[in-house]
């Protein structure tokens, strides 16, 4: 690789790294670029980007052209003109598509009623946890299945990244059992422990965990299981017994 072609590649690398870190200081050109990244992934495109946006005016005109429009400009072939109108059709479906509507999950029926498109199969274990904010609307939910017949291995950078993309204020940990018992096993026990942990150290707070079967479930929070947890493996409480130990040592 020859120097033009590494600055070519830094160059590349650097813009992609403002999209992903600084995405509403790109200017129009600098959007179009990295759009035609995906259909000329070998040549330089911020020369066509320009070429571009001085011929039809501005980014939205770019867009909005015709692809007879498009490939009179130097560079421009059949497959940057269609990649262009694609995503120009893609912009103005998003722009009319509805929201679709929160979902408010301030009580234990409704997220139920939630979880049954989650747990359908029962093969399987699944798991999911939900995230919800101050009003207990669903910010989003992580969903894990199992490569196993009787666990689910969650995965812990996942759950932190979800934090703190979407700052929740609340969670809810469900998964599923394979039998027809929802009694909750040790290693359930030993598994809410672990992510109440997790979550308090972000600041989050673990309000239940249900356990899905085919015809019954099991609630942690409305069988007041959660809080003997939380009590008898209280973090805070840990931790005090750690710090009482070493200054018993430290003073003896």
Do not use: W
């Not at 017994?241 to 018993?248: A, G």
Request: with cysteine; net charge positive.
């Amino acid at each position: 690789m020859n120097s033009q072609e590494n600055l070519h590649v830094g160059h590349r690398q650097r813009m992609l790294k403002k999209l992903a870190e600084h995405p509403d200081y790109l200017s129009d050109h600098e959007i179009l670029e990295i759009l035609l990244y995906n259909f000329l992934p070998r040549k330089n495109t911020n020369d066509i980007a320009h070429r571009l946006i001085r011929q039809f005016g501005s980014l939205s005109k770019v867009l909005n052209a015709t692809k007879k429009e498009l490939m009179t400009v130097n560079g421009v072939g059949e497959s940057v003109a269609t990649g262009i109108i694609l995503h120009n059709q893609l912009v103005k479906r998003l722009s009319v598509c509805p929201k679709p509507p929160k979902k408010n999950l301030n009580n234990l029926q409704k997220v139920l009623l939630d979880l049954k498109g989650i747990f359908e199969d029962f093969a399987k274990e699944r798991s999911a946890i939900m995230f919800l904010d101050e009003n207990y609307t669903l910010l989003t939910s992580l969903v894990y299945d199992s490569k196993y017949f009787t666990h689910v291995e969650l995965n812990i950078l996942e759950i932190t990244n979800a934090i703190a993309l979407n700052k929740p204020k609340f969670a809810i940990l469900s998964h599923s059992h394979t039998s027809c018992d929802p009694t909750p096993s040790k290693d359930d026990d030993t598994s809410t422990v672990k992510i109440n942990e997790l979550l308090s150290i972000h600041g989050v707070q673990l309000i239940d965990h249900i356990i899905i079967c085919k015809n019954a479930n099991f609630s942690y929070y409305a069988e007041n299981r959660l809080s003997q947890l939380k009590e008898k493996f209280s973090l805070s409480k840990f931790m005090n017994q750690v710090d009482s130990l070493s200054k018993k040592e430290f003073y003896e």
